[in-house]
């Protein structure tokens, strides 16, 4: 589990604020993703980084905005959220050879975001 | 499209018993299939995958699954459960002609007592 880091662990905030979660990755993976884990519903993918370029966005509002500065780390602005977006949310890596669905996705600890 | 169903939200079994976690799937070409766990305020954790050959894959922690093309089907099995079993599971598929885009079941939560 330690592949894959995700800071903060927890966070409370308003829906003024503006925070950021941070995931870093330690498997020289060059796919990375966000997902959003809310209770008693499927994961749901958000944004997907394949060579620090994103190759997909899905349907996400634009009060979250991603950021892939380099194939280790990953980012996810946040901006007048709602009490909705209150879930975890999960970073992920892989390696993603190109045309390969084979590769195994590893995921972080999460971040538990409560939205007040 | 791709899908996943996993028609039981919980499932229940006692310490020492064999345990079965169902997981149905839909896709429009061959699959890749997946298992990961999740325990509480933890992460998901890679059980098992599902590429080719050998129908019967065996994973992490004794747990195994069997693909079954016919049924469509790649439950998740285990001999003898332990109470430390007791987690949220969940199935995944990526369908090979579709990229690299994983789809998730809602999941399954498993309670085993002793």
């Known amino acids: 589990e330690t592949g894959v880091t995700q800071t903060p662990r927890h966070l409370v905030m308003g829906m003024t604020n503006k925070k950021s979660l941070k995931c870093e990755q330690h498997l020289g993976h060059n796919a990375m993703y966000w997902y959003k884990q809310s209770a008693k519903k499927p994961l749901e993918l958000m944004f997907v980084y394949s060579l620090e370029e994103r190759v997909e966005n899905n349907s996400v509002p634009s009060r979250f905005s991603p950021e892939c500065p380099n194939s280790s780390h990953l980012f996810l602005h946040l901006h007048t959220l709602q009490p909705e977006d209150s879930a975890l949310y999960l970073c992920?890596?892989?390696?993603?050879?190109?045309?390969?669905?084979?590769?195994?996705?590893?995921f972080g600890p999460g971040t538990r975001l409560t939205v007040l | 499209a791709q899908s996943v169903a996993q028609p039981e939200d919980q499932v229940n079994v006692a310490e020492g018993n064999p345990l079965t976690v169902k997981c149905t799937y839909s896709?429009?070409?061959?699959?890749?299939l997946f298992w990961y766990v999740q325990y509480p305020n933890r992460g998901l954790q890679f059980l098992l995958k599902?590429?080719?050959?050998?129908?019967l894959v065996k994973g992490s922690y004794g747990f195994e699954a069997e693909f079954n093309k016919s049924q469509t089907s790649f439950h998740l099995k285990k001999p003898s459960a332990l109470v430390s079993d007791s987690a949220l599971y969940f199935c995944a598929v990526r369908d090979r002609g579709y990229g690299n885009k994983l789809v998730f079941g809602a999941g399954t939560i498993l309670r085993v007592k002793s």
């Open positions: 992920a890596s892989s390696q993603d050879r190109p045309g390969s669905g084979t590769d195994t996705q590893y």
């Open positions: 896709v429009s070409g061959n699959p890749y």
């Open positions: 599902y590429i080719t050959g050998d129908n």
